[in-house]
């Protein structure tokens, strides 16, 4: 009996996918929950999984655009892999009549191979072996000398070649264009500025890194500690965990972070639920299981909804600066950077410091430059002194 393979509810709001690569093809064998082929969205690449064991029969939609319960493929249930037919059994050479002697070998198994590369007859060479065999040097000595091998051209610089490359947009790729447009043209827009001596959590990575990692089988990253960091701002400064709905503002009492992932295609943001009850231990677990299954397509709508805030670290890039754009409806943003040692005064006298800056946008229309100066320079102080964050001072 055929299975219809159906594209499922992807998300909310979402009626439309891309039908991507294909893992399998007609014919092939597939096992329960083995994934068939690769849904994109505006938001993700997902994997459609085979709901039972068979053989994918028919491929009906191969590639384009398909909607939310559309027949992509037919499935045989229960079909299994056909039992391989015994192999015949190997022939034996017949044995030698009573009476007749075997002759002996006289080309040894490696001096053979080399004839039969270079073509020359080996049995017909005097053999300096024991008995007379022809060895793998005779063959050697006989065989004529290589052919020159001519120099190779120089390679041809093409001259006026101009060349475009039109590739349409994936849905996900024209999703982030659409939201990032609309962040420029629908939000008052702006940018601030500051920096974080990061010496203070280096040392307690460098001192407590390897034995967290025991504990806990995770590595203490930078991004536990701004996580943490932000949420305890935004408690102290609630206008940036926020929104506006119609001519209302919303606060949010809860604390969803999002996180920016470079995923191929471009930069999803999965989003930590509840930060302001999650150990440091927990959000790295939930940070390296995002990356892993935003790396394997294997993201869920779901978790790439409804942030509070949103933190991007280009400084995994090397950029040592940006004004990093608004994930609406969202009116806040942090920006990490690069760590670089500079000369910095401290206690007054010139000092080297592991430094990054540190970019705050935000939505001027309900969030007013005093707010947003203060919720940067707590969390500066907060990662300047990370104490804090266990204590919450």
């Known amino acids: 009996m055929a299975l219809e393979l159906k594209i499922p509810a992807v998300g909310e709001s979402i009626t439309e996918v891309e039908i991507g690569q294909w893992l399998k093809k007609e014919g092939d064998l597939v096992g329960a929950d083995e994934p068939l082929v690769e849904l994109v969205t505006d ?10 064991q068979g053989r994918l029969a028919k491929i009906l939609i191969p590639s384009g655009q398909a909607k939310v319960g559309d027949v992509v493929a037919l499935l045989e249930e229960g079909a299994v892999a056909s039992v391989a037919a015994p192999a015949a059994p190997p022939v034996q050479p017949p044995a030698p009549s009573p009476g007749v002697a075997v002759a002996e070998a006289k080309v040894m198994p490696s001096a053979e191979r080399l004839a039969a590369q270079t073509g020359i007859q080996a049995a017909s060479l005097q053999g300096t072996g024991p008995g007379g065999r022809v060895l793998k040097e005779d063959v050697q ?35 982030i264009a659409e939201r990032l447009l609309s962040a420029k043209q629908n939000t008052a827009m702006l940018t601030t500025f500051n920096e974080a001596d990061m010496g203070a959590v280096m040392e307690l990575r460098k001192e407590f890194g390897e034995a967290f990692q025991k504990k806990y089988g995770v590595k203490l990253g930078f991004m536990s500690f701004f996580v943490k960091a932000v949420t305890q701002a935004l408690q102290e400064i609630p206008q940036l965990n926020a929104e506006i709905r119609g001519t209302d503002i919303v606060y949010h009492r809860y604390y969803d972070i999002g996180i920016a992932v470079g995923g191929g295609e471009g930069l999803v943001v999965p989003v930590i639920r509840n930060t302001e009850q999650l150990s440091m231990a927990q959000i790295e677990a939930i940070i390296a299981d995002y990356g892993e299954r935003v790396r394997s397509k294997k993201i869920k709508p779901e978790e790439l909804m409804g942030g509070t805030f949103t933190i991007t670290n280009g400084g995994i890039y090397g950029s040592l600066n940006s004004t990093p754009i608004i994930n609406p409806p969202q009116v806040g943003i942090l920006g990490m950077h690069a760590i670089v040692e500079r000369p910095v005064a401290k206690n007054g006298a010139v ?36 104490v804090r964050l266990a204590l919450e001072v």
Do not use: C, W
Request: no cysteine; proline share 17%; net charge positive.
């Open 43 to 52: 938001k993700a690449t997902l994997e459609l999984p085979s709901p039972a």
């Open 141 to 175: 000595r006989a065989a004529p000398p290589p052919a020159p091998q001519p120099s190779p051209p120089a390679p041809m610089t093409a001259r006026g070649e101009r060349r475009d490359d039109v590739v349409p947009m994936t849905p996900l790729r024209r999703r």
């Open 351 to 386: 000092v080297i410091r592991p430094m990054m800056n540190l970019a705050l946008s935000y939505d001027h229309r309900i969030v007013d430059g005093r707010e947003a100066v203060t919720f940067l320079k707590r969390v500066k102080e907060l990662i300047e002194n990370p």
